[in-house]
């Protein structure tokens, strides 16, 4: 259901601002009305679903600064408005912009993590996920340094990537480029030759001069082909159906599926434990964490092990009967159910697929540059044996 941004006054005047999920605008207007709510104002509040799992429009270092000045103003016992008031003035006027916006919203009664879940294109929902769970259990300066820390391993770990990927980069383009030029001006000009030869041509060289002459025929296919793509993928974000779809496109990849139920497993247990640390009741916890997840495929997942959970099943065995998340998480968290420590496990399973999703991903990147080195040289050498058995095949008188 979409999330709504709503304003209302009770009867002693007092305001009250929040974000609530709803049908419709006219379900949550009645809700708010049966709580003895006078209704001022509603919204919805699209959430932005970008890829990576979130990311600020206003720069995740932006982000992470913030982040981390929350977490030391309110370890020194800054109070929670003057420590979103100074963490405003550290970032651009954009971020400024948000914060102080937050600032306003829990200064009239709400708390930080609906004011922040007002802001979804900012603020994503793991993030105010993170954040409810440290008003829950009254650990918000905690909860600030974990989400620092995440953001920063997060950046961290994109940095090396981009730095590990940026020789592939380097050597796609190279390739690519000299694979074009191969096809699309030094091929044509020797098919000109070929025919004055009346010689029959060879298999392979056919091949490439038919894909030649495809290239320079519909070149416009390549960039109109991925405009499409990208505006098929837009379209599809803008639906719940259609995130869901993405979702399972992205699942049903070999290596990225793989990569992305290690996420998934990772911000369930982490959330899940972060609330069970804080002394949220397991009902309670797995609630909340359903509804901090971003991903269409790993929330029902999550509110299907809530529900299961509620039907008097353990948590092992709800989480055993999902298969998008691993089966090591429900073995462990069956550890942490016989040893009665699941918010340690969680926490202990969360930081494993974390790095074992860090490890996969510098692993890959490495193996790329033999892979293309590979691909490019074979594609190189096909054309040039093209090329060469056409000359071979051609009478050597014909060029006289």
Same mark, same amino acid.
């Given at each position: ?8 006054i009770?009867?002693?005047? *007092? ?8 049908a ?43 982040t981390?000045?929350l ?22 006027p ?43 259990s009254g ?16 950046a ?40 004055q ?6 298999t ?21 082909g ?23 496109a992205?699942? *049903? ?6 990569w992305?139920r ?13 609330l ?21 495929l ?12 509620r039907e ?38 969360a ?50």
């Amino acid at each position: 259901m979409p999330n709504f941004v709503f304003t209302a006054i009770d009867a002693s005047g *007092a305001r009250h601002r929040g974000v609530r999920e709803a049908a419709s605008v006219g379900d949550l207007s009645a809700t708010l009305e049966r709580e003895g709510l006078f209704v001022l104002s509603l919204s919805d509040t699209p959430t932005d679903h970008g890829a990576r799992w979130g990311r600020s429009p206003f720069g995740d270092a932006a982000l992470l600064e913030g982040t981390r000045a929350l977490a030391a103003l309110l370890s020194a016992g800054l109070p929670l408005a003057r420590a979103l008031t100074a963490v405003a003035q550290l970032g651009s006027p954009r971020s400024a912009v948000v914060w102080h916006a937050v600032r306003a919203a829990v200064e009239s009664g709400s708390t930080l993590a609906e004011a922040l879940g007002a802001h979804p294109r900012f603020f994503p929902p793991h993030y105010v996920g993170l954040v409810r769970a440290g008003e829950r259990s009254g650990a918000l300066a905690p909860a600030f340094a974990r989400l620092a820390d995440e953001l920063e391993r997060d950046a961290q770990l994109r940095s090396r990537v981009l730095s590990a990927a940026l020789y592939p980069v380097i050597l796609l383009v190279a390739g690519g480029a000299a694979v074009l030029v191969l096809l699309l001006v030094v091929i044509p000009n020797f098919a000109a030759l070929l025919p004055q030869t009346g010689a029959p041509l060879p298999t392979s060289t056919a091949m490439v001069l038919t894909l030649g002459q495809g290239l320079r025929r519909f070149w416009y296919l390549i960039p109109g082909g991925l405009v499409a793509l990208v505006a098929i993928i837009e379209v599809a974000r803008s639906s719940a159906e259609g995130r869901r779809w993405l979702s399972r496109a992205w699942y *049903a990849l070999p290596l990225i599926g793989g990569w992305r139920r290690d996420l998934a497993a990772a911000r369930f247990a982490r959330l899940a434990g972060t609330l069970l640390e804080g002394g949220a009741p397991l009902l309670v916890a797995l609630d909340d964490t359903a509804r901090s997840l971003d991903d269409p495929l790993v929330r029902e997942c999550a509110e299907r092990v809530h529900a299961a959970t509620r039907e008097g099943q353990t948590l092992q065995q709800a989480l055993a009967a999902e298969i998008l998340f691993p089966p090591m998480l429900a073995q462990l968290v069956g550890v942490g159910e016989a040893a009665s420590s699941v918010p340690l496990f969680l926490m202990k399973a969360a930081q494993l697929f974390e790095e074992r999703n860090e490890r996969a991903v510098r692993r890959l990147v490495t193996l790329l540059e033999p892979a293309m080195i590979i691909v490019f040289g074979g594609v190189v050498g096909f054309i040039a044996l093209a090329l060469l058995q056409a000359i071979y095949s051609v009478n050597a008188g014909s060029f006289r």
